[in-house]
């Protein structure tokens, strides 16, 4: 799987920054040593639903960039979103897609997205 899209969470941007090996101009993201650029969104990843009203959207595990969610009309604040009478933690974060113009111009399956998402979070844990 390549680098077209990736979920990075706010704690792993912090340590790779404080490490070095990422840097951060505006909303871009350049990972080190590799050069790879890519266009920040903010975003998150569904970890839990925490009503216990079960998660018939299918949103645990998924990853959702800031229109996503308010498309499916949820509210964010740090760490939860609440859709209807539904709430979930969540992992914030960024949502992002290379800066290259000669990098392919479609990401990742979401289901694809949903993996790197939990490869960064176990990467930042």
């Known amino acids: 799987m390549g680098q077209d899209r990736l979920f990075v969470s706010n704690a792993c941007v912090d340590r790779w920054l404080v490490e070095g090996r990422a840097e951060v101009d505006g909303d871009a993201l350049t990972l080190r040593p590799e050069g790879a650029r890519f266009a920040l969104r903010p975003g998150v990843v569904f970890v839990a639903e925490v009503t216990g009203e079960g998660d018939p959207a299918g949103l645990v595990g998924t990853v959702r960039d800031e229109d996503q969610l308010a498309a499916l009309g949820a509210e964010h604040d740090a760490g939860s979103v609440l859709l209807g009478d539904r709430a ?9 897609a290379p800066v290259d113009p000669g990098a392919p111009a479609a990401g990742p399956s979401d289901g ?5 998402a939990r490869f960064f979070l176990q990467a930042s844990s």
């Open 88 to 96: 979930y933690d969540v992992v914030d974060g960024f949502v992002g």
């Open 112 to 116: 694809e997205l949903d993996l790197l």
